[in-house]
């Protein structure tokens, strides 16, 4: 059964005027620069591409350097603008599960052993995701009906918290292709518009 925490004696009290939050911790930046260093720039970077495909169970991945430079009127936001191309892009047609987003926004974290045996197209290689951070600081991508933006720096995006350095949108319900264009167009590829559920 669960009781009522006790009020706090005086002297508890006068304790938390002298006392602040502390233990150990590492910024999600230095945490990735040492990520970094395991996965070298080079062919490595599309074996985790390819490798990530695989675990999701995608039939085919396809790999396109984008070298057009898309409007930056229309963001969600004005820092975006570094991020209209050029690019590299990659599509495989596996749709992320709700396991693999909790598992991409737990970098450094150990993943649960039924995860790995249920086939998570993240977790058994979720670090190997962040080797895209050698091609940008504002990897992106779209999978069913939501896009996703991860910002470590959290320079890039409106909204974003040193907890959540990052944006998870329904571009559907937000009308993303609609209110911001210029934000959708470099993912206008591979059959997706987001105007339409991606499916991979």
Not at 100 to 122: F, H, N, P, T
Not at 171 to 197: E, K, M, W, Y
Request: proline share 6%; net charge negative; aromatic share 10%.
């Amino acid at each position: 059964s669960s009781s009522s925490p006790s009020p706090l004696t005086a002297q508890q009290a006068s304790l938390l005027d002298a006392t602040e939050a502390f233990g150990q911790s590492e910024p999600l930046t230095v945490r990735l620069r040492h990520i970094l260093s395991d996965y070298p720039e080079g062919p490595g970077v599309f074996l985790e591409l390819l490798q990530n495909a695989d675990d999701a169970g995608a039939t085919r991945l396809n790999l396109m350097l984008d070298l057009c430079s898309y409007g930056v009127d229309r963001l969600m936001g004005p820092r975006m603008a570094d991020f209209q191309g050029p690019a590299l892009l990659a599509f495989n047609d596996a749709v992320f599960t709700e396991k693999d987003y909790r598992s991409i926004s737990r970098i450094g974290q150990g993943v649960k052993r039924d995860e790995l045996s249920a086939g998570s197209a993240i977790g058994r290689f979720g670090l190997g995701f962040n080797s895209m951070y050698h091609f940008t600081d504002l990897p992106s991508f779209a999978s069913s009906k939501f896009l996703v933006f991860l910002d470590p720096h959290m320079h890039y995006l409106e909204g974003t918290t040193s907890s959540q350095p990052g944006l998870k949108i329904e571009f559907l319900t937000a009308q993303i292709a609609h209110r911001f264009p210029d934000t959708a167009a470099p993912f206008c590829h591979f059959g997706c518009d987001l105007r339409n559920s991606v499916e991979g």
